[in-house]
């Protein structure tokens, strides 16, 4: 079972500052299976990257995802205020789907 | 546009049986796509429950695999979730969401559509 490991937990950082989300599989995974999402407080959450690196339509070009093995990387290049909220990463294996624990990018 | 929407008690007794429904609109459960659930307990962060497929395939958590059954119903465009024997960790928000399956340079899959969640509590 794949296990995915997000970090930091929290990131506190001002707007116009540019946000780096690790997430790390306990195996290696295919990159087209890795997902990212953005949730924010009493909403569903959003889809933002599919494939490890393809935007999701109508997402906007500062966010971005890399990575591939077991290392994956979401980066915001410049923080706008409605970017503020919790980020999952998600893999499809096996068994199924999983989620990350998710990482928070608070306002500093 | 698809949407999505959960429906069902929002009180459930413990040991009793959380039942929700998500109805398609705006297109067909009987399209080229996986149909799950995922949940959030309070405060906390997201599981995937199952998925199915409009022919009645499953895939579940094998963590949740012994109480889970997802149905299809695709002549009310709709599809359920039965969850047995719930104690009070099985309180949280539900969410239905759409799996998106893509051939771009090799296949992608995802989740892109989610209903807004509805909230359960398994409280007496």
């Known amino acids: 079972e794949i296990v995915l490991t997000q970090s930091p937990g929290t990131l506190s950082l001002s707007p116009g500052e540019r946000a780096t989300l690790s997430c790390r599989a306990s195996?290696?995974?295919?990159?087209?299976?890795l997902v990212w999402y953005q949730q924010k407080p009493g909403q569903a959450p959003r889809l933002l990257i599919y494939g490890a690196s393809s935007r999701a339509t109508g997402i906007p070009d500062r966010f971005s995802g890399s990575g591939s093995g077991t290392d994956f990387t979401l980066t915001i290049s410049r923080l706008e205020p409605e970017d503020f909220a919790v980020f999952y990463c998600q893999y499809y294996g096996s068994s199924g789907w999983t989620f990350g624990q998710g990482t928070k990018v608070e306002i500093k | 546009q698809v949407q999505l929407q959960e429906s069902g008690p929002r009180l459930v007794k413990p040991s009793g049986t959380l039942s929700l429904t998500c109805a398609v609109s705006?297109?067909?459960?009987?399209?080229?796509?996986?149909w799950s659930w995922v949940r959030q307990p309070p405060g906390k962060g997201l599981e995937w429950i199952g998925e199915i497929y409009h022919s009645g395939s499953t895939s579940y958590n094998p963590s949740l695999k012994s109480r889970v059954t997802i149905s299809v119903d695709n002549s009310n465009n709709q599809f359920s979730l039965k969850l047995t024997s719930v104690t009070a960790a099985d309180t949280g928000v539900y969410y239905c969401?759409?799996?998106?399956?893509?051939?771009?340079?090799?296949?992608?899959?995802?989740?892109?559509?989610w209903g807004k969640g509805t909230t359960v509590t398994v409280s007496s």
């Open positions: 705006g297109g067909s459960i009987s399209s080229s796509n996986w």
């Open positions: 195996q290696t995974v295919s990159s087209s299976y």
């Open positions: 969401a759409r799996g998106q399956t893509v051939v771009t340079s090799s296949w992608v899959y995802y989740m892109d559509v």
